[in-house]
């Protein structure tokens, strides 16, 4: 069964840097879609990166190119690595999959992928 495992998360100052992690077993992400999704308290879910099968990247503009997503084929890795971050960054960060996006990847809705990890939390807070 294809299962995602998002980690990394944590708490961090405003301007500081974390970097959260989706991971599988016994698949190859190389072969899916990744995309990074994010959900504050009493908000809907909303995309932040994703990075489609052929390397071709998506961000949202809140992102300002202060993330930036990476794939280690090696180790069968989807990092994001979030910089100058900011309280309004806070909530629960998801890695989501999905194998039919192979030149493009959306984040405009969640629903546009099958497979999601448990998320993990990152709080941005002085």
């Known amino acids: 069964q294809f299962q995602l495992v998002d980690s990394g998360g944590g708490r961090v100052q405003p301007g500081g840097t974390l970097r959260l992690s989706c991971g599988t077993s016994?698949?190859?992400?190389?072969?899916?879609?990744v995309a990074w999704f994010r959900q504050a308290p009493g908000k809907e879910r909303e995309g932040v990166l994703c990075?489609?099968?052929?390397?071709?990247?998506n961000s949202a503009d809140f992102v300002k190119g202060r993330f930036i997503i990476s794939r280690d084929d090696a180790e069968n890795t989807v990092s994001l690595e979030m910089n100058y971050l900011e309280p309004g960054d806070t909530g629960v960060y998801y890695c989501?999959?999905?194998?039919?996006?192979?030149?493009?990847?959306?984040?405009?809705?969640?629903?546009?992928?099958?497979?999601w990890g448990q998320g993990t939390q990152v709080t941005v807070s002085s």
């Open positions: 989501a999959a999905d194998s039919v996006y192979v030149g493009t990847c959306p984040i405009e809705t969640s629903a546009r992928y099958n497979y």
């Open positions: 016994g698949f190859s992400l190389a072969k899916y879609a």
């Open positions: 990075v489609a099968r052929n390397g071709w990247q």
